[in-house]
């Protein structure tokens, strides 16, 4: 049997449209099950922390658990892949830190391109570090702090929590910006401040939730904070940005998902992690810990990735190094 030509056109037309229908209804009615969500760190890290809190407003507001599952090791490498590497729809995401900036620079031998592989969906936090020194160092603002490690080239150790981690790398682009050369002494076990407060190093970039009660303890002084706008619990500590114009360094998080995940479910979740990130309470705890949210679209996401590859990238090959 012969179809009228408009009949048919309208049959194919229809079943053209089918599998859009399909998925919007698929994405419509995500999560049906419980979610993975994956941190390649340990549990209580700050990657961990947020996930945790970011995680459990998603449970509230699609009404399936987000389980939190911790895959430590290789700086997030562990838990990227994991995440690469399960199926496109949904069930398995990652809650990126950025570590993963880092890593797609220092690691060269992946098993996984990292901007290739995984799909921004929202980005989460943002947390400013802080340039700290023994209160016996001659130093006591930025200006002079860099006058006298010019004036004491390979003289002043920096510790950090490990080569190649966050808090390193903020040193090394204090380093590069500068012009001023510092010996890098890490330390694994992220006793980093008690090196400082004994005198066995000079200086540290550290967190600032960990580091604001020692300051305030005059164990530490501050000397400036690594974020482009000074912190409102720090109002009289100046941002490094004063003095090196364009410098900013933070740890960050947010989430991704394996690419080709269908772009209703990654607009879905983009919108529900935004509103927690807009609620009162989710303000407020990230306030307690320090952190502003990101927010914004999986777009805005992807170009906030691409920036902090590309500077610290930069950074790498700017001070040679190579992963543990």
Not at 141 to 166: D, H, L, Q, R, W
Not at 205 to 211: A, K, N
Not at 254 to 261: L, Q, R, V
Request: aromatic fraction near 8%; proline fraction near 7%; charge should be positive.
């Amino acid at each position: 049997m012969k179809l009228p030509r408009r009949n048919f056109l309208h049959l194919a037309a229809c079943a053209a449209a089918l599998p859009a229908v399909s998925r919007i209804a698929w994405a419509q009615a995500y999560p049906m099950r419980p979610v993975r969500l994956i941190v390649g760190f340990a549990a209580g890290s700050t990657s961990d922390i947020f996930a945790r809190l970011i995680g459990q407003w998603l449970s509230e507001r699609l009404g399936q658990p987000f389980v939190i599952e911790n895959r430590p090791g290789a700086g997030s490498n562990v838990a990227t892949a994991t995440v690469v590497g399960a199926p496109p729809d949904g069930y398995t995401l990652l809650m990126i830190a950025s570590a993963n900036s880092i890593g797609a620079t220092l690691y060269d031998k992946l098993n996984f391109d990292f901007v290739r592989d995984i799909a921004p969906v929202a980005g989460t936090n943002s947390n400013p570090y802080v340039m700290v020194v023994n209160p016996s160092f001659p130093a006591k603002t930025v200006p002079e702090f860099i006058a006298y490690a010019k004036a004491n080239p390979g003289k002043i150790n920096m510790g950090s929590s490990g080569v190649g981690t966050v808090l390193h790398l903020s040193g090394e682009l204090f380093k590069m910006m500068a012009g001023v050369d510092m010996v890098h002494v890490p330390n694994r076990g992220g006793s980093q401040l008690t090196d400082l407060i004994s005198g066995q190093v000079q200086v540290v970039f550290s967190p600032l939730p960990g580091t604001i009660e020692q300051i305030s303890a005059g164990k530490l002084r501050a000397l400036a904070v690594t974020s482009v706008s000074r912190w409102k619990t720090m109002p009289d500590v100046p941002t490094l940005n004063e003095f090196l114009p364009g410098y900013e360094a933070s740890g960050w998080n947010g989430i991704d998902a394996p690419k080709n995940t269908p772009t209703e479910i990654i607009d879905k979740l983009n919108k529900e992690t935004n509103a927690g990130l807009a609620s009162g309470g989710l303000k407020a705890r990230f306030a307690d810990l320090s952190a502003t949210a990101l927010a914004g679209t999986p777009g805005d996401f992807k170009k906030f990735i691409a920036e902090e590859i590309e500077k610290w990238a930069q950074v790498i090959k700017s001070a040679g190094l190579k992963p543990e």
